[in-house]
């Protein structure tokens, strides 16, 4: 069995009683950086082998881990902060699970769009989540679409690139089109500030940037 298991995005409190047996109960915890997820495992006085499981080695180990799985192993796969797969490692996993008859189960829990998306004030009924916009190859092309969409959109950014991304989204969808950007979500400085994206923009160049961000972007009219 692979179990796809939902980590705290910030406050260690925010896990479910059933996360914290499972993890007592698993052969093995894949984590996307061994640290991370043992400053977890500590906080919580528990003990298991851990493995690394990220970007970098995913191909790499892939078979390696089917083969433990179908051997009879039960293997947590758990990322830094969120539910495995939404902009993190998972899927190429799942999948040959699925192409090879593992079981695969997926724990409910913390995932940092859904509060941003709740408390943003901007219809949550119609959305579609982008992730992290393409970095350089067809980002303006993706934007230029995205201006026309009706359903609200959500985006994850880091905060060294979050004006520019503001302004490159005001650029395309007008200065106006309402929006909201969470910060540090379940975090002691936890913030969300709503308004225009000229209102959004000016206020964090003004102020700086720091921590994971999730930005709310209404759809178009």
Known sequence: MLYLVPTPIGNLKDITLRVLELLKEVDLILAEDTRTTSHLLNHYGIIKPLSPYHQHNEHKVLHHLVNQLLNGKRIALLTDAGTPGIS???FLLVRECIKTGVNI?????ATAFVPALVNS???TNRFVFEGFLPIKKGRQTLLKKLADEER???LYESPLRLVKTLEEIMEH???????SVSRE???LFEETKRGSLKEVSEYFREKGVKGEIVIIVQGKD
Do not use: S, V, W, Y
């Open 88 to 90: 993190d490692p998972a």
């Open 185 to 187: 979500l379940t975090k």
């Open 121 to 123: 004030g901007i219809p």
């Open 173 to 179: 969808f007008g200065a106006e089109r309402q929006c």
């Open 152 to 154: 609200t959109i959500i």
């Open 105 to 109: 189960e997926c724990l409910p829990g």
